[in-house]
């Protein structure tokens, strides 16, 4: 939509989605809002008509599942609200009130609890196990029936908001799948912080850059950064470069999340960066 069709714009981390939400419901008006996760790529799309909620997309979710993704995993973004015309509305896929789905959403969002717990951003990770890779039968033309197929897409590391994006499923029925591979040692969560050595040094200075940078971006973004980074300063093979050089490329990345995230969340990144560097030496 045009500029000039602009009514609002802020971060849904300083006025929740909620009140937003219930901001156009009390002011009746006819407007689309767009919600964007820039770090994960991802754009959240909803139209209200005289103040009531009458379509809502995220991923391959529409309508009241939507929304529930979006209250329960959404609490930062840039919003834009925009004046809409009749005209310009979609087909109507949300029947319910507002206020029911913001309590239903709300709820949902208690009964996530324990996942957040454990995953409580939508850029938190997880990898497959090689255990769990061999009980999929990764390659195999027929995958166990309790393996939801949309996972076999997924790279052996993701974010949430790769799950979510390539999950067909609702909000619950995702979170359990999550779930049931966790306790299985199907899948293994990230907790670089708690890395030991023996572990760090079995990683390759590559993935170790990576799955820093994955703290702010997501997977693929992540590894093209650091491809990226790699290409510019001429290099092939991370582990063979000198100290100097892994600076660089951690100023580099550093620079490039500035660009993406913002300023303080590049800054935070490099000290990541080049504090990890002196244990790869």
Not at 33 to 38: A, D, G, H
Not at 47 to 59: D, E, K, R, S, T
Request: aromatic share 10%; net charge negative; glycine share 6%.
């Amino acid at each position: 939509m045009s500029s000039q069709n602009l009514l609002l714009e802020g971060n849904v981390g300083l006025i929740s989605f909620p009140n937003l939400v219930q901001l156009i419901k009390l002011e009746q008006k006819t407007a689309k809002i767009e919600l964007q996760r820039v770090e994960i790529g991802q754009t959240a799309t909803m139209y209200f008509q005289n103040g009531a909620l009458i379509f809502a997309n995220v991923n391959s979710l529409f309508g009241e599942e939507a929304m529930f993704r979006i209250i329960c995993w959404w609490q930062t973004g840039t919003f834009y609200v925009y004046q809409a015309t009749n005209e310009e509305l979609p087909e109507r896929n949300i029947k319910r009130q507002v206020d029911w789905i913001l309590l239903e959403g709300m709820r949902r969002m208690d009964e996530c609890g324990h996942f957040k717990q454990m995953l409580p951003h939508i850029t938190s990770c997880v990898s497959f196990t090689q255990r769990g890779l061999d009980a999929f039968r990764w390659d195999g033309q027929d995958p166990p029936e309790w393996i939801p197929h949309w996972m076999r897409r997924l790279p052996r590391s993701f974010s949430m908001a790769q799950m979510f994006d390539y999950s067909t499923l609702g909000e619950m029925e995702t979170c359990n799948c999550l779930k049931s591979l966790l306790s299985t040692n199907a899948l293994a969560i990230h907790t670089l912080e708690n890395e030991s050595q023996n572990e760090i040094a079995q990683r390759t200075r590559f993935d170790s850059f990576a799955l820093i940078v994955m703290e702010y971006v997501g997977y693929e973004v992540a590894h093209n950064l650091v491809e990226s980074a790699c290409q510019e300063l001429g290099l092939t093979d991370l582990d063979s470069v000198s100290f100097g050089q892994m600076l660089d490329i951690s100023d580099r990345l550093g620079m490039a999340i500035s660009r993406m995230v913002g300023f303080d969340q590049g800054q935070d990144a490099m000290r990541k960066l080049r504090a990890r560097i002196t244990s790869l030496i």
